[in-house]
């Protein structure tokens, strides 16, 4: 598949990081690990801080909240808040309340388990190395101190509690387990992209900056 688990030897350099090269987040892909920092499991406190900079502190997440508010505002989604300022806001704080409960509830289970819950760049080189280990790593993730492989269930769970959630307060009175899995299923498209480009970051950047010059 192109990856296989980290070990001491992939871990370059060998030297004590700090937290902000650890918990980097990104407001369009999320969490990350970047390919020369140690992939190690995360301590309790940095669980607690990761967890603020992704749901909370990114000042970045609010605007793709905005965004997508946009989208549901101009196709009306739902119908029965209409197209005026006050279903702008309902829908801007659906989609808000909506992302806290997936990250809280994703966090919280991976937490309880000792899962992994940031991507790592692939440890290998190669366009689709890297593609199968991005859609590898929305299936599987790391647990416990000996980072072996576990199945990736929580951000699905996420997934689903927030759809659930989010359908409780709309119009027309929505089937919520229905809504709760279309959420976790679409979990899987949007997992797999967001991962893909987690892993290719950094080359879509030098692209999009040497066209800028």
Not at 61 to 86: C, H, V
Not at 177 to 187: D, F, R, S
């Amino acid at each position: 598949m192109g990856h296989s688990r980290p070990n001491a030897s992939e871990q370059s350099p060998p030297a004590t990081t700090s937290d902000k090269q650890e918990l980097k987040v990104n407001w369009l892909y999320g969490s990350f690990v970047p390919k020369d920092v140690p992939f190690k499991p995360l301590t309790e406190n940095q669980r607690w801080k990761l967890y603020a900079k992704m749901t909370y502190t990114t000042y970045g997440l609010y605007i793709k909240t905005a965004f997508f508010t946009m989208s549901d505002q101009i196709n009306n989604r739902p119908p029965g808040w209409g197209q005026t300022g006050e279903g702008f806001f309902k829908r801007f704080g659906t989609r808000q309340a909506q992302f806290i409960v997936q990250n809280s509830v994703t966090a919280f289970g991976d937490g309880v388990a000792d899962w992994e819950v940031r991507y790592e760049r692939c440890r290998c080189d190669g366009f689709w190395p890297r593609t199968r280990h991005a859609i590898k790593r929305n299936f599987v993730t790391y647990g416990g101190p000996d980072m072996k492989l576990r199945p990736q269930l929580m951000p699905y769970v996420g997934s689903f509690a927030a759809g659930v959630t989010a359908a409780s307060w709309q119009p027309n009175n929505p089937n919520l387990v229905v809504k709760g899995y279309q959420a976790a299923i679409t979990q899987i498209g949007v997992g797999i992209g967001v991962n893909w480009l987690a892993e290719f970051a950094p080359e879509i950047k030098r692209i999009l900056r040497i066209e800028k010059k």
